[in-house]
């Protein structure tokens, strides 16, 4: 597909039928700002928005591909037809094994949580700082990765802003541990704290963004 055309031909077909940047990125569930993307040719459309894109410019999926109409009721049409239909069969196919490696992830996460809370009510006080500080740092990890596979929304800011919030929580948790341990006068503890925090920052802070980043792309690929 040539950017460019294909951009050129949304938008035509888009205001024939009457239709804002934000009507038909809602009928497909994108931002607008995608569809100005690829009404501007900076970008294409993902393959799995295809087939909803041609449903909701009421155009056959050849034509779109195309950026021109063709006739219904030509042989070489519907031989396309199922070849690009084939292709966005094969592009599910892949999209659930990806997304089958996420949900894992997540259960794993869920897991990880699981036992957490489990050794939270066994010992209590002496490992709550690190406890919270881990399941709000995965709970940042598994915030774009539910948005990704799941919610698909095209709030994507507000689900970076909760997901980076958790993060900091995450770290600020570990300076209310440093701050217990100073009133104490636990200064060694204090010491091998500071250097678990500075594995938390960079691990969580780094990874939360990461994954918001991919998720941000996509978003408005």
Known sequence: MDAKILGSYIAIRRKELGMTQAKLAEKIHVTDKAVSRWERGVGLPDIDNLEALAKALDVSLVSLMQGKVYEENQISVREAEELVTDTIKMSKESSKIEKGIWVSILGI????????????????????????????????????????????????????????????LSVWIQFLDIKNLAYTGNW??????INVLSVVVIMFCIITLLLNFVNIRKKYA
């Not at 490992?127 to 095209?154: E, H």
């Not at 060694?188 to 704290?193: K, L």
Request: aromatic share 16%; proline share 2%; charged share 10%.
């Open 109 to 168: 996460f869920g897991i990880i949580i699981i036992f957490l809370c489990i050794l939270l009510l066994r010992d209590g006080k002496i490992i709550f700082y690190s406890v919270a500080s881990i399941i709000t740092g995965l709970i940042a990890w598994g915030i774009p990765i539910i948005d990704k596979i799941f919610w698909k929304t095209s709030h994507v800011g507000r689900t970076m802003l909760v997901s980076v919030g958790f993060a900091f």
């Open 188 to 193: 060694s503890a204090i010491y091998d704290t």
